[in-house]
């Protein structure tokens, strides 16, 4: 058995253990209760501590419990998505976004102004840019823009892919650390009159702040965390932030970023942020970090490569989550913000 066998195991066990999966037609994986289709999860689905589980949280707490009559009625699927569930769920939002700004009927028109387009954008260091590049692999790619071109093979600058047909400009900004540039670009997204916002913000820069290089100061980190927090709570208000909880390393422990003291800055961020109800803690996927931990500890040779993933395809990689562990935390991405929308285009066509 190889180190991905290893992972889906452990994840579809405390992931699916309500139902059963079956794959469909289409490539999709539909969660099947032993006798009833289970309804879609339509809440949130990023937060462990809010995970409005009851509805999802008996499939992501007790993985020895099996199906039955009580958890089939507090439980719901998560779909498998792919590039036509993406264009699906994009086409919505960008309708909706559209009905709201009265452009209906110039909507291609307006779908290749660069301001108007349906922008996600994802901000830190390597680990956001990971997530980045997962989040394009289900994108497809009819007439995809890169900026800078040709892609760089270590990327320590802005990167921007653009798609006029599918009217969407997905974004990396290369900030591992807290300083005025990452503050005065959110600041300009808050302002009132601002037109380019994005839909929605990823982000997360931690790992950087504990290098001595850097320096290394705890305390400093959480002062400026604070400040920052102010403006992502504005965020918050106007449109999706979502902070990700960063995940364990594996061990041998590094002398300045192991998993002990990542724990210990997540908890106080958690504590910095809390208090804005706009902005979400991404925690939920760290199973799935911990999963592949123990998968390169049972068996520490090669992933399975995947586009984008070169340069993290070993277990040797102490600092990068493995390919396969962040492709379920893509899945959830998605699940999270498009399911309702899915949902909602399938209620009111019927």
């Known amino acids: 058995m190889n180190l991905m066998s290893i992972f889906q195991f452990y994840c579809f066990s405390w992931l699916l253990f309500c139902g059963r999966s079956e794959t469909l037609q289409g490539n999709v994986t539909r969660i099947i209760s032993s006798e009833n ?22 499939c992501f707490s007790d993985i020895r419990l099996s199906s039955s009559k009580i958890y089939q009625q507090n439980s719901c699927k998560l779909l498998q998505y792919n590039s036509k569930h993406v264009v699906l769920c994009l086409d919505a939002i960008n309708n909706e976004k559209c009905y709201r700004n009265d452009c209906k009927i110039k ?16 901000m830190g260091d390597s680990r956001i840019r990971q997530q980045f590049f997962n989040f394009l692999k289900l994108i497809p790619d009819y007439d995809m823009k890169t900026k800078p071109n040709p892609m760089p093979d270590f990327i320590h600058e802005d990167v ?35 037109t380019t916002r994005p839909f929605m913000i990823v982000l997360s820069m931690e790992l950087h702040h504990m290098l001595k290089n850097n320096g290394g100061g705890y305390q400093l980190y959480l002062n400026k965390l604070k400040e920052l927090s102010s403006i992502l709570g504005q965020f918050g ?37 809390k208090i804005y ?46 390919y396969t562990a962040l492709s379920f935390a893509t899945q959830l991405l998605y699940n999270d913000f498009c399911n309702k929308k899915l949902y909602n285009n399938i209620r009111s066509s019927t």
């Open 37 to 58: 289709h289970l309804p879609l999860c339509v809440d949130n689905l990023l937060e462990q501590q809010k995970c409005d589980y009851p509805k999802l949280g008996k």
């Open 107 to 122: 909507k291609q028109k307006t779908y290749r102004n660069f301001s108007n387009k349906l922008h996600f954008v994802f």
């Open 160 to 194: 921007d892919f653009i798609s006029d047909i599918l009217g969407i400009r997905v974004s990396f900004y290369w900030r591992p650390l807290i300083t005025n540039n990452l503050t005065d670009t959110l600041r300009l997204w808050v302002s009132p009159n601002e």
């Open 237 to 273: 208000n106007i449109s999706q932030i979502i902070w990700l909880h960063q995940y364990p390393t594996i061990d041998p422990k590094h002398n300045e970023i192991y998993s002990e003291k990542i724990y210990r800055y997540n908890e106080d961020i958690r504590q910095i942020l």
């Open 277 to 322: 109800s706009g902005i979400r803690i991404w925690d939920s996927s760290n199973r799935f970090a911990v999963e592949y931990i123990r998968g390169c500890a049972v068996y520490s040779q090669r992933e399975s490569l995947g586009d984008f993933s070169l340069q993290y395809m070993t277990c040797r990689d102490f600092i990068h989550t493995g």
